[in-house]
């Protein structure tokens, strides 16, 4: 969660004015065009996608690109978009949703115009290796710094924030053309995912379905920020053993670590029954870094099986990865957000993808 004033919280469950808008910029941050005013449109992240966020917005027709100069224009322009509520005394309180490339524009017969962008991940997968490349072998390397190596030979203006998983030794890997799967690889020995936030800065966190103290509320009744929501229980996706299998490079046996759920209602050996999953990964982790694969991807997988779609008053405080406590109609949870929808300058409801938090009693095998 975005760090935000206690007056910023109170506004939000009364009648109050949002407040949107985008600056311009190039590559190397030279500004093109500040505060440009937003219609309407919306920022979307989800943590499962490569490329987390994407933007749809729409301007008047003064802002269509009529030069490859201009400063919304597709060759050159990179958007920051920022959304948050406007005070009575035309101050504002803003949060930083989104910083990408425009890729489409197109100016609509009533004369507004729609753009499209991505996020910098995006210029990242796009740079693709042009001859096969191994990975570092130094002492000085881990998991992090190559993927901050990879990210910089795409896109050497790119800026890191504070990553959270483990420091490991790089594995031996020669990567043929995929950028975006080295990376995967090598955020995947870490137990983790790499992206993008919504500041511009690149990070590498951890997958963690695993309980924490929820740091925002959206409940249903008289002054709460819930509308309506949608819970689901399920048994699609979910499982109870996870395998991870590496392959070694040297021919000998590959590493394979099994976890499962000792306890709880997805019990290995309770009513739910034995759902397995085997997760292959071209990259040779050690057993160590198996076993930790292993337990995120069965913490995550566990986590399935109760979903919440919801509709909220929008809070742009909020961040996929958040842990929430939502409530409707009586039923209450604490769940984790995958993917938030952010709608720009208009009445819309924000909406939130979220899996729960599930306690986990996991054992290897």
């Known amino acids: 969660m975005l760090p935000s004033t206690v007056l ?20 190397n941050g030279t500004v093109l065009a500040l505060g440009i005013p937003i219609v309407s449109g919306e920022v979307r992240a989800e943590l499962t996608n490569r490329v987390t966020r994407t933007a749809s917005f729409t301007v008047s027709d003064e802002w269509y690109p009529r030069s490859p100069a201009d400063p ?32 489409d524009a197109a100016r609509n017969s009533d004369g507004s115009v729609t753009f499209r962008a ?11 290796f042009e001859r096969p490349q191994a990975s570092t072998r130094n002492p000085f390397a881990n998991i992090v ?37 080295a990376l995967d690889d090598l955020a995947e020995a870490g137990g983790g995912r790499w992206y993008e936030l919504g500041s511009g800065l ?21 002054g709460g920020l819930m509308s309506n929501a949608v819970t689901t229980q399920t048994r699609d996706g979910a499982a109870n053993s996870v ?90 949870a604490d769940q984790i957000i995958d993917g938030l929808t952010y709608p720009l300058m208009t009445d819309r409801l924000m909406t939130i993808n979220s899996r729960g938090s599930v306690p986990t009693d996991i054992v290897g095998e």
């Open 72 to 103: 919304l224009s597709p060759f050159q322009a990179i958007v920051r978009i920022f959304a948050g509520t406007e005070y009575g005394d035309g101050s504002q309180e803003v949060f930083p949703l989104f910083m990408g490339r425009i890729y």
């Open 243 to 332: 395998t991870v299998v590496s392959e070694r490079l040297d021919g000998s046996d590959p590493v394979r670590r099994t976890v499962r759920n000792a306890s709880g209602p997805v019990a290995f050996n309770g009513g739910f029954g034995r759902v397995s999953q085997v997760i292959k990964v071209q990259t040779p982790l050690t057993g160590i870094e198996a076993e930790r694969l292993a337990r995120t991807q069965l913490a995550a997988a566990t986590a399935l099986t109760e979903q919440w779609t919801s509709n909220v008053v929008p809070d742009y405080s909020t961040e996929p990865g958040d842990t929430a406590r939502l409530r409707f109609r009586g039923l209450t």
């Open 145 to 181: 710094t190559e993927i901050q190596k990879l990210i910089l030979e795409a896109l050497p203006q790119a800026q890191f924030g504070t990553s959270d998983v483990p420091l490991s030794e790089v594995p031996r890997l020669v990567w043929d053309e995929d950028r975006g799967q």
């Open 118 to 128: 991505d996020d910098l991940a995006a210029d990242v997968v796009a740079f693709r």
């Open 8 to 27: 910023y919280k109170e506004v939000l469950h009364g009648p109050h004015k949002r407040a949107a808008y985008i600056d311009a910029y190039d590559i």
């Open 202 to 222: 690149f990070v590498v966190r951890r997958f963690n379905y695993e309980p924490a103290t929820p740091v925002v509320e959206f409940l249903d009744g008289p």
